[in-house]
């Protein structure tokens, strides 16, 4: 807005134009709460809202005071076998990256509070002499639109703000689920080279016995070799399994942001068991409409969108009003004082593209939400039935698969009892039961990661399923769709 | 398993509801026999006398005299049949048991026998070794239609010449005989005095392939049997022969299986009185201590009962004196077992280490499959006997009652007639002169016993 020059403005006194101390007090009113910088930089919400939803609070380390506690409350968590929860927790206040991102909500709300606050008036003082005549020019100028339009302004900060804070509560619910996911891995990696332990057991047992039998004389010379090259794969198998942990544990350090001597700690020796039953979700579409941020965020936008389009509207052509105080005083005259108001004539240029493209992107953002609901309700079906298909599935080998194999583990010692059958054909059982736990390993590993890809799907935690029907969340949103 | 036995009730249920009653008016009662006790036979109640045979875990057929012609009927059927305590089969056989009841007729007795089928499938009876007229040598599509399921033939002919004989299926043999169809045949001599002994013995000798856990055989099993039997009875379920001192006792052995038996006797000699053929001369026999049974064939050995004690009497074939064993259960004679024991342990809990110094469980008794015998499991008044299958004993006693088969416990030792510990210096045993390997030989890997006595880890 540019400042206004006024020839021989009068020396002794001047005052604010009546007009534009109206519009500022009004500005102010409007603005008044929504304005400043918190403590918390704006955290305090999006930590609610996610120890709402996924049941572990983020938390912003904002001085070095803070840090020191996050780090003993790290510590504590990591002094026991971490759980797929602590992990979470640990997590969401230990990774250098989310914190990063958490400071996206301080900018967000600095940007908010700078939005909110007036802008300057601007001073013009001119003093122009020569000839025995000195002209003062003085103006007070205030960008009039920006004064009017500030609450709109202000609103759509506001508005971006909640987009920020909500964008960092998504990518806290994706660290959290990606934290999951990799302590599950690094859980199930575990396991499974205990069971690769046990089947290289079984076949260097062989190969020792095969040797035995070798130096006895009972046993030719290709026998033993057969034993032994089968004790060679299972060792390579278990190098192999090693490698996998070791790549599925840093995975986990590095979300859980940890180094130097934390990175020691330990996790269960075992996957969770299996629920009793599965969550019984009756309308997780629904739910997911209700709960998922990006389905949130798409409406916001689309409302967003929406005011900005009004705004458009309101200020077709105010934004090009200009208002200012005009004094002018000449020595040799009487001061003379008033104001000068220019407005653009809409002969050229009606506002009307600005508007058409604040309706396209008004119709845009529509169709954005409907997409993503489309999205969110298609995610949620897949993720429930993979969840129930991968409970099934892990049931199956917990109820049919592990039974079956104990039971023949069982009829096979028989037959060793009675010499009807041999030890290798125990070992080779044992080396099988062994198979069919990992199996299992494998199919619990896809339920607790179809869980939490569920609870990402659907936004929302599932406590202990089958112990909890319906979520409460799905009664407390119902109406929003 | 249940499936096929609930198949095969079913079919014979609906088989014996196909038997009309007019039909079955007109034919003599079919005996039933379920118990594998030994029952001793009567008297011939009509008829001709003879001296009857014992069949041990068996019985004879009573019949009925309609117009001087002996009546027999015999019910092809399924059965269970207890192989030795701890173990049933799912059997076919004739009126409730396999082997079928021994038939015993007099030579020269007209003898009419009916049929009926209660198996799922068509039967028919092949009387073997009797001389006969040709369509009632029982061959099902050569001499006869075969015999439906639910419908009874009638045999008839005379039994012409006194000897040993059997019956069994000629349909579907591999399938029938394989579960248990038999039975045994005696056709006495006119002359009761004419070859008489004291006690007169048969049994049939056959095998079945049941897996363990399981009850059926295995119908399509050829070589690889895992049962053996006396009479369908595997040791330590057969029944001991008990004798008196001094008797003249004759064992009438007939054989079904798929393989020759060489049947031994302790503590006696034997001489083979009689074959398929009939009877042989006195000074044509031969003395024996071993008889070997070829596969069909029948032998009747006797010998004179004059030793006191428990004789073995048993196939002299190794496996055949055993249970079930695994065919590909691997040699670990000798084989040094420390510290892989306890690796196997960890892996297979309740694993012992068995086979290293040999395959005798020592007494030891360890859970086995259902409806599996141990293997060398029979028990003597010395320990265990180690033996199972076709084993069975030959009890002498004194004074027993001319007629009493029940089995008279342990023998008695008269003092030092028992081998027993020497306690004394042991004498130096005799060795031969260790000749030198040639050159080129090859020394073969033998390692004598280290002498070691615990299976480590246990």
Same mark, same amino acid.
């Given at each position: 807005?540019?400042?206004?020059?006024?020839?021989?403005?009068?020396?002794?006194?001047?005052?604010?134009?009546?007009?534009?101390?109206?519009?500022?007090?009004?500005?102010?009113?409007?603005?008044?709460?929504?304005?400043?910088?918190?403590?918390?930089?704006?955290?305090?919400?999006?930590?609610?809202?996610?120890? %709402?939803?996924?049941?572990?609070?983020?938390?912003?380390?904002?001085?070095?005071?803070?840090?020191?506690?996050?780090? %003993?409350?790290?510590?504590?968590?990591?002094?026991?076998?971490?759980?797929?929860?602590?992990?979470?927790?640990?997590?969401?206040?230990?990774?250098?990256?989310?914190?990063?991102?958490?400071?996206?909500?301080?900018?967000?709300?600095?940007?908010?509070?700078?939005?909110?606050?007036?802008?300057?008036?601007?001073?013009?003082?001119?003093?122009?002499?020569?000839?025995?005549?000195?002209?003062?020019?003085?103006?007070?100028?205030?960008?009039?639109?920006?004064?009017?339009?500030?609450?709109?302004?202000?609103?759509?900060?506001?508005?971006?703000?909640?987009?920020?804070?909500?964008?960092?509560?998504?990518?806290?619910?994706?660290?959290?689920?990606?934290?999951?996911?990799?302590?599950?891995?690094?859980?199930?990696?575990?396991?499974?080279?205990?069971?690769?332990?046990?089947?290289?057991?079984?076949?260097?047992?062989?190969?020792?016995?095969?040797?035995?039998?070798?130096?006895?004389?009972?046993?030719?010379?290709?026998?033993?070799?057969?034993?032994?090259?089968?004790?060679?794969?299972?060792?390579?198998?278990?190098?192999?399994?090693?490698?996998?942990?070791?790549?599925?544990?840093?995975?986990?350090?590095?979300?859980?942001?940890? &180094?130097?001597?934390?990175?020691?700690?330990?996790?269960?020796?075992?996957?969770?068991?299996?629920?009793?039953?599965?969550?019984?979700?009756?309308?997780?579409?629904?739910?997911?409409?209700?709960?998922?941020?990006?389905?949130?965020?798409?409406?916001?936008?689309?409302?967003?969108?929406?005011?900005?389009?009004?705004?458009?509207?309101?200020?077709?052509?105010? =934004?090009?009003? %200009?208002?200012?105080?005009?004094?002018?005083?000449?020595?040799?005259?009487?001061?003379?004082?008033?104001?000068?108001?220019?407005?653009?004539?809409?002969?050229?240029?009606?506002?009307?593209?600005?508007?058409?493209?604040?309706?396209?992107?008004?119709?845009?953002?529509?169709?954005?939400?409907?997409?993503? *609901?489309?999205?969110?309700?298609?995610?949620?079906?897949?993720?429930?039935?993979?969840?129930?298909?991968?409970?099934?599935?892990?049931? $199956?080998?917990?109820?049919?698969?592990?039974?079956?194999?104990?039971?023949?583990?069982?009829?096979?010692?028989?037959?060793?009892?009675?010499?009807?059958?041999?030890?290798?054909?125990?070992?080779?059982?044992?080396?099988?039961?062994?198979?069919?736990?990992?199996?299992?390993?494998?199919?619990?590993?896809?339920?607790?990661?179809?869980?939490?890809?569920?609870?990402?799907?659907?936004?929302?935690?599932?406590?202990?399923?089958?112990?909890?029907?319906?979520?409460?969340?799905?009664?407390?949103?119902?109406?929003?769709? | 398993?249940?499936?096929?036995?609930?198949?095969?009730?079913?079919?014979?249920?609906?088989?014996?509801?196909?038997?009309?009653?007019?039909?079955?008016?007109?034919?003599?009662?079919?005996?039933?026999?379920?118990?594998?006790?030994?029952?001793?036979?009567?008297?011939?109640?009509?008829?001709?006398?003879?001296?009857?045979?014992?069949?041990?875990?068996?019985?004879?057929?009573?019949?009925?005299?309609?117009?001087?012609?002996?009546?027999?009927?015999?019910?092809?059927?399924?059965?269970?049949?207890?192989?030795?305590?701890?173990?049933?089969?799912?059997?076919?056989?004739?009126?409730?048991?396999?082997?079928?009841?021994?038939?015993?007729?007099?030579?020269?007795?007209?003898?009419?026998?009916?049929?009926?089928?209660?198996?799922?499938?068509?039967?028919?009876?092949?009387? $073997?070794?009797?001389?006969?007229?040709?369509?009632?040598?029982?061959?099902?599509?050569?001499?006869?239609?075969?015999?439906?399921?639910?419908?009874?033939?009638?045999?008839?002919?005379?039994?012409?010449?006194?000897?040993?004989? !059997?019956? +069994?299926?000629?349909?579907?043999? !591999?399938?029938?005989?394989? !579960?248990?169809?038999?039975?045994?045949?005696?056709?006495?001599?006119?002359?009761?005095?004419?070859?008489?002994?004291?006690?007169?013995?048969?049994?049939?000798?056959?095998?079945?392939?049941?897996?363990?856990?399981?009850?059926?055989? =295995?119908?399509?099993?050829?070589?690889?049997?895992?049962?053996?039997?006396?009479?369908?009875?595997?040791?330590?379920?057969?029944?001991?022969?008990?004798?008196?001192?001094?008797?003249?006792?004759?064992?009438?052995?007939?054989?079904?299986?798929?393989?020759? +038996?060489?049947?031994?006797?302790?503590?006696?000699?034997?001489?083979?009185?009689?074959?398929?053929?009939? &009877?042989?001369?006195?000074?044509?026999?031969?003395?024996?201590?071993?008889?070997?049974?070829?596969?069909?064939?029948?032998?009747?050995?006797?010998?004179?009962?004059?030793?006191?004690?428990?004789?073995?009497?048993?196939?002299?074939?190794?496996?055949?004196?055993?249970?079930?064993?695994?065919?590909?259960?691997? =040699?670990?004679?000798?084989?040094?077992?420390?510290?892989? *024991?306890?690796?196997?342990?960890?892996?297979?809990?309740?694993?012992?280490?068995?086979?290293?110094?040999?395959?005798?469980?020592?007494?030891?008794?360890?859970?086995?499959?259902?409806?599996?015998?141990?293997?060398?499991?029979?028990?003597?008044?010395?320990? /265990?006997?180690? !033996?199972?299958?076709?084993?069975?004993?030959?009890?002498?006693?004194?004074?027993?009652?001319?007629?009493?088969?029940?089995?008279?416990?342990?023998?008695?030792?008269?003092? /030092?007639?028992?081998?027993?510990? &020497?306690?004394?210096?042991?004498?130096?045993?005799?060795? *031969?002169?260790?000749?030198?390997?040639?050159?080129?030989?090859?020394?073969? =890997?033998?390692?004598? /016993?280290?002498?070691?006595?615990?299976?480590?880890? $246990?």
């Amino acid at each position: 807005m540019s400042a206004h020059r006024h020839k021989r403005a009068p020396q002794r006194r001047h005052r604010t134009a009546p007009a534009t101390l109206c519009a500022a007090a009004l500005a102010s009113a409007l603005l008044a709460g929504c304005a400043g910088v918190t403590p918390d930089h704006g955290f305090a919400g999006v930590a609610d809202s996610t120890r %709402e939803r996924i049941g572990a609070t983020p938390r912003l380390a904002q001085d070095a005071a803070a840090a020191q506690e996050l780090q %003993e409350i790290v510590r504590a968590e990591l002094a026991a076998p971490l759980t797929m929860d602590g992990a979470v927790r640990v997590a969401l206040i230990n990774n250098p990256g989310l914190q990063a991102t958490y400071w996206n909500v301080g900018i967000a709300q600095a940007e908010l509070a700078q939005a909110s606050r007036l802008p300057n008036p601007a001073l013009g003082f001119q003093r122009v002499s020569g000839q025995g005549e000195v002209e003062i020019e003085r103006g007070l100028n205030v960008n009039l639109a920006a004064v009017l339009t500030a609450p709109l302004a202000a609103r759509l900060e506001a508005r971006r703000f909640d987009a920020v804070r909500r964008e960092v509560g998504a990518a806290i619910e994706r660290h959290a689920l990606e934290t999951r996911r990799a302590w599950i891995e690094a859980v199930a990696a575990q396991q499974s080279l205990d069971y690769a332990r046990r089947v290289h057991a079984a076949a260097e047992a062989s190969a020792e016995l095969a040797a035995r039998m070798r130096g006895a004389g009972n046993i030719a010379g290709l026998d033993l070799a057969r034993e032994q090259a089968f004790q060679a794969d299972a060792a390579a198998a278990l190098a192999r399994s090693g490698r996998q942990v070791t790549a599925a544990r840093e995975k986990l350090t590095r979300l859980l942001g940890l &180094w130097g001597q934390d990175t020691q700690y330990t996790l269960p020796e075992r996957l969770p068991d299996l629920p009793d039953a599965p969550a019984e979700l009756r309308d997780v579409e629904r739910l997911a409409l209700a709960r998922r941020l990006d389905v949130q965020a798409a409406k916001a936008d689309a409302e967003a969108t929406a005011a900005s389009l009004g705004l458009s509207r309101t200020t077709r052509f105010v =934004n090009v009003l %200009e208002l200012g105080y005009a004094g002018k005083s000449e020595r040799s005259a009487p001061s003379m004082r008033g104001y000068a108001l220019s407005l653009e004539l809409p002969l050229f240029d009606w506002g009307g593209a600005r508007v058409a493209r604040a309706e396209a992107t008004y119709m845009q953002a529509l169709q954005r939400v409907a997409d993503t *609901a489309v999205t969110a309700r298609s995610e949620a079906r897949e993720s429930y039935l993979d969840y129930r298909s991968a409970y099934d599935l892990a049931a $199956h080998y917990r109820d049919s698969v592990i039974p079956l194999r104990k039971r023949i583990s069982h009829e096979v010692l028989l037959r060793y009892n009675g010499m009807l059958a041999s030890t290798q054909a125990l070992l080779a059982d044992s080396r099988e039961q062994a198979g069919a736990v990992n199996a299992y390993i494998d199919a619990l590993r896809d339920f607790w990661s179809a869980q939490a890809a569920l609870q990402a799907a659907l936004g929302d935690r599932i406590d202990m399923p089958g112990a909890q029907p319906m979520p409460p969340a799905a009664n407390r949103h119902e109406d929003h769709q | 398993m249940t499936s096929r036995r609930n198949f095969i009730t079913g079919a014979a249920m609906a088989g014996a509801a196909a038997v009309s009653k007019a039909a079955m008016g007109a034919v003599p009662e079919a005996p039933q026999q379920s118990s594998a006790a030994t029952v001793p036979p009567p008297p011939p109640p009509n008829g001709r006398p003879y001296n009857p045979v014992v069949t041990p875990n068996g019985w004879s057929l009573p019949w009925r005299m309609k117009d001087n012609v002996k009546e027999f009927h015999l019910v092809a059927e399924p059965v269970v049949r207890e192989i030795a305590p701890g173990m049933k089969a799912n059997l076919w056989g004739y009126n409730g048991q396999s082997p079928g009841p021994t038939i015993e007729v007099v030579e020269g007795d007209r003898v009419r026998i009916f049929v009926t089928n209660r198996l799922p499938e068509i039967t028919s009876i092949h009387w $073997h070794g009797q001389l006969l007229p040709n369509g009632m040598d029982g061959v099902s599509g050569l001499t006869q239609p075969p015999i439906a399921p639910g419908k009874t033939f009638v045999y008839e002919f005379t039994a012409r010449h006194a000897g040993t004989f !059997m019956y +069994h299926p000629h349909a579907d043999e !591999m399938a029938q005989i394989g !579960m248990g169809m038999m039975g045994f045949w005696v056709t006495h001599p006119k002359d009761p005095r004419q070859h008489a002994v004291d006690r007169d013995f048969v049994f049939l000798l056959n095998a079945y392939d049941i897996e363990p856990g399981a009850y059926t055989p =295995n119908v399509n099993t050829m070589l690889d049997f895992n049962i053996w039997t006396i009479n369908s009875r595997a040791f330590p379920g057969t029944d001991a022969l008990a004798v008196r001192k001094d008797d003249r006792v004759r064992i009438r052995i007939g054989n079904l299986s798929m393989t020759n +038996h060489p049947f031994h006797i302790h503590g006696h000699r034997m001489e083979v009185a009689g074959t398929d053929g009939g &009877w042989i001369a006195p000074a044509a026999r031969w003395p024996e201590v071993t008889v070997d049974i070829g596969v069909g064939q029948m032998r009747a050995l006797e010998f004179t009962a004059d030793a006191p004690g428990d004789w073995p009497f048993h196939c002299h074939k190794s496996h055949h004196t055993m249970n079930a064993m695994g065919h590909d259960v691997p =040699n670990l004679i000798g084989v040094d077992h420390r510290g892989v *024991a306890r690796k196997i342990n960890d892996l297979v809990p309740g694993y012992m280490v068995m086979g290293d110094k040999g395959v005798s469980m020592g007494g030891m008794r360890m859970p086995l499959p259902e409806n599996t015998l141990p293997m060398m499991d029979g028990q003597g008044p010395f320990g /265990g006997i180690e !033996m199972g299958g076709m084993f069975t004993t030959i009890k002498v006693r004194e004074g027993l009652a001319r007629g009493d088969y029940r089995d008279p416990g342990w023998y008695a030792h008269p003092q /030092g007639t028992v081998a027993r510990e &020497w306690t004394g210096p042991a004498p130096e045993p005799v060795r *031969a002169a260790a000749a030198p390997a040639a050159p080129d030989e090859p020394v073969a =890997n033998v390692k004598r /016993g280290d002498g070691h006595t615990m299976h480590d880890g $246990h």
